[in-house]
Nanobody, 114 residues
Framework: VQLQASGGGLVQAGGSLRLSCAAS????????MGWYRQTPGKQRELVAS???????NYVDSVKGRFTISRDNAKNTVFLQMNSLRPEDTAVYYC?????????WGQGTQVTVSS
């Protein structure tokens, strides 16, 4: 499975970005899809995930601001990010979980200026 993340960029605090993660195969067969982020010197953290059954989880710091969704017909998962804060600055990665296997995209940089 190949994942192509896109949509990152530079935005002012309070602004919005929409990340996309396009998969090379059907995402409806995946156990889960997720968005993670990482800053230098820190561990990669889960931001949001959506299971094959539609269960959604968010890290507390993004609840009410970020929304994960998917379009099975386009094999794409989205992360709508609103009310962005400087602390949201990170490289964002998408991940697909299929059984015991994990597949990662290449990452897209999100920079939020104050």
């Amino acid at each position: 499975v190949q994942l192509q993340a896109s949509g990152g960029g530079l935005v002012q605090a309070g602004g919005s970005l929409r990340l996309s993660c396009a998969a090379s195969r059907s995402i409806s067969s995946m156990n889960a899809m997720g968005w993670y982020r990482q800053t230098p010197g820190k561990q990669r953290e889960l931001v949001a995930s959506i299971t094959g059954g539609g269960n959604i989880n968010y890290v507390d710091s993004v609840k009410g601001r970020f929304t994960i969704s998917r379009d099975n017909a386009k094999n794409t998962v989205f992360l709508q990010m609103n009310s962005l804060r400087p602390e949201d600055t990170a490289v964002y990665y998408c991940k697909a979980q299929l059984g015991y296997y994990e597949y990662w995209g290449q990452g897209t940089q999100v920079t939020v200026s104050s």
